[in-house]
Every structure is written in structure tokens, then in C-alpha cells.
């Protein structure tokens, strides 16, 4: 089979980017209705709760989509407003972004099937993050210690100096770029979710879809030297903020659903053969569970979404290696919680990775 580049390339953006148009409708939509309940509610970091039913409030905080939770429970450790078995169970919960890609991958895999997908690796990140919760704070595995922001503070002194670059590159061109583009692909992405599409504009979608992407990685790479720590202190009580902030995970999302989809067809298509590919899946899912565990120990979301890319391109790619890596991954939310606690961060991160191979195997055995 003659193996074309451009086509390649472009097949693949214009998957991205498909996939791309209903998460930017999710991202966005859950970051306004999370700006609604706390301008609502501004008193939630301050009542938390009772602290035993804590690693179950952080259980289902995580399992909210998106890396919004991990954040704000991050806030609330901080502060000092729930305990570090609560930050656990939120973290063991969570999907990050890769929950938006698994529930909009229509063009990919069977809607159904991505559906019960989700529910499966909730119900168990659920359950696995209040046990664990319980555990840590039962045996007081760690009190809630002092925090360091002199980091913190030193990258948004250095951020500062980018203010004029990041007002033209990121907070105008970038952002209403993709607000626009995503816009444009809304109403076929929501067709795409239950396998419908528009003939009249398919044509129109398909460079729509190349150009979101294109968007998505040049407003993500941009991001990386401007905003490099924007997850630290976002403002979730100003709304520019919050829609800022949440084109920038779209932006991350879009990118490494790409970087996935190039690296999984490749391999499978090109190097390997579909054929070939499938027997090494079926006779090394152990392997596969233990790479996808360490896959989604990758701090941030890049590497939850590559392994639902996996999931979703990959036949018969274990369901147990999916859940591994659910657990196993600490959404945009570490990146805050290390900024101001460092040793909590890494424990949760490292003891999260040991949770995720223990479950991942137990599932397998149970035979998922």
C-alpha cells in the first residue's frame, strides 16, 4: 500500500479536529457552568463538609469532567478546607480531559461503546478514590502541611513581562480564532456525537475541522512560552478568565489528540500492520497495562488523552489498561498542587501510579 504523507497528515487533523469541535463545546460549557456556581456560591471553599465524608466529596468532585475539580480541590488543600484524603480520592477519580475526547469520539469508535466506556472507568475511579481516601486519611497518611508559593509567585513575576505578547498572540488572535472555529463545527460536532453529520457542508467541515487543529497546536505551542504556569492562578470569579483558560485546555486537548491519532495510525498502519498490531495487543495486555498506567503518570492531561486515542483507534485495546490509566493520571491539577506543595504532589502522583497498576491488574483478572 503507497503511503502518502500530506493525505495522512491531513486526515488526521481533520480527525483532531472533529473531535476537536465537541470538546471545545464541553471544555467551554463546563468552565461557564462552573464560573455560575462559584460566583453563586462563592462560600463552597469554605464548607466543605464534615471532614470524614471528605474522600467521598473529593471522589466525586474528580469524577466531574475535565481537569476543573482537581483544581479547585487543589484550592481547597491549599487552604486547608479538605483533607489529603479528599485531594487523593479526587485525584484518583479523575479523567481530566480525556473524559471530553472518550464521550466526543463519534468519528472514531461506536458511540455506545465509548458511553459505556465512561461509565465503566468512573464507577471505578469512583469507588477506588473513596477507598483510598479513607485508607490515607484513616492512617493519617499525611497531615496538611505548610505550602511554598515563592515559585508561584516568581513565574507570574516572569509572566508579567509577556503581557503585551500574550495580549495579541494568545488573548485576541488565538482565542477568538478557535471561539469562531468552534462555533463553525458545533452544530456538525453535535450531529457526529450520535453518527449523523451534514452532507450540505461536509465538504466545508472537513477544512473547518484541518483548521481547528492547525489553531489548536500553533495557540498551544504559543501558550507553552507565554502561560507557562496559567493553571496556577487562573481566576475562576472573572469570566474572561475562565473562558481563557478553558480555550487553552481545548487548545492542549486538540494538540495531543493529534500527537495520538498520528502516532497510533502510523505505527498501527504504516510500521506494524493492523493485522500483526492486533495479535501483539491480545497476547502482551499486561504490558499494555502497565504502559498505559505510565503513559497516564505523564503530570497534566497529554497523556490520559493519548491512551483514550489509543482506546478509540486500537482494536480490542484492553478496557483494563484504560482504567489503569484513568487512576493513574492527575489532570491539569498537579500542576497547582505542586506549585505550592511539592512533596504532597509527587505523593500523590507516585502513589496514584501504584493504585492504578493494582487496580488494572484486579480488573483484568475480573475480566474487563
Known sequence: MEFHIWTFILDNLESAGAIGGYVSLSIIGFALISFIIVKRY?????????????????????????????IVVASLYKNKKISFGGL????????????FVLLGASNEADVT???????????????????????????????????NQKNHINDKNNQMKHSILSSILIETIGFYSIIVLAIF???????ALWGGSIESISGLTYWFSVLLTSSCIIFYCLSQFIYTQHNCYYDAYDIKSTILHAVLDVAMVVTYVFIGLI???????????????????????????????????????????????????????????????????????????????????LIVSVFGLVVALVVGYMVLLLGF
Open 88 to 99: 487523593f480520592a479526587t485525584f484518583i477519580s479523575t479523567l481530566g480531559e480525556g473524559s
Open 185 to 191: 463545527l458545533a452544530p456538525s460536532s453535535i450531529m
Open 42 to 70: 462563592d462560600k463552597l471553599e469554605s464548607q466543605m463538609g464534615p471532614q470524614w465524608a471528605h474522600p467521598i466529596i473529593g471522589s466525586f468532585l474528580g469524577a466531574i469532567p475535565g481537569c476543573g475539580a482537581t
Open 263 to 345: 502516532f497510533a495510525n502510523y505505527i498501527i498502519d504504516v510500521i506494524v500492520g493492523a493485522d500483526i498490531f492486533d495479535k501483539w495487543m491480545k497476547s502482551s495486555v499486561y504490558i499494555v497495562i502497565l504502559l498505559a498506567a505510565l503513559i497516564g503518570f505523564i503530570p497534566g492531561c497529554g497523556g490520559m488523552i493519548a491512551v483514550v486515542v489509543a482506546f478509540i483507534s486500537i482494536p480490542d485495546f484492553p478496557m483494563a489498561a484504560l482504567i489503569a490509566a484513568a487512576i493513574a493520571t492527575s489532570g491539569d491539577g498537579i500542576f497547582p498542587l505542586l506549585a505550592v506543595n511539592r512533596k504532597d504532589g
Open 113 to 147: 461503546a465509548n458511553l459505556q466506556a465512561y461509565v465503566t472507568i468512573t464507577i471505578f475511579g469512583l469507588i477506588t478514590g473513596v477507598i483510598f481516601g479513607y485508607i490515607s486519611d484513616i492512617f493519617r497518611f499525611r497531615d496538611n502541611s505548610r505550602n
